[in-house]
């Protein structure tokens, strides 16, 4: 069964920053690289919500790393 823990949230959130810092973007510059919504790009940097499968791996491409480096530490 799926969690919905808001600490695995917010552990998602931090690692997608780290990450999106790491490549020198802003949270505007991901969300139009990844086609996904600034409001989503700052929920999920702010663990307010969790990436869908899609967005996962639109995150992923947009940040050049593979999936499971954004679950790693989770």
Known sequence: M???DPKY???FGKRVSELRRAAGLTQEQLAE???I???TIT???HGQQFATL???HRLAK???V???ELLRNQ
């Open 9 to 11: 949230y917010k552990k």
């Open 2 to 4: 799926a969690t919905t």
């Open 33 to 35: 690289k990844a086609d």
């Open 37 to 39: 919504s600034y409001d």
């Open 62 to 64: 947009a940040l050049n």
């Open 43 to 45: 929920s999920i940097e």
């Open 66 to 68: 593979q999936p499971m």
């Open 54 to 56: 899609g967005n996962l």
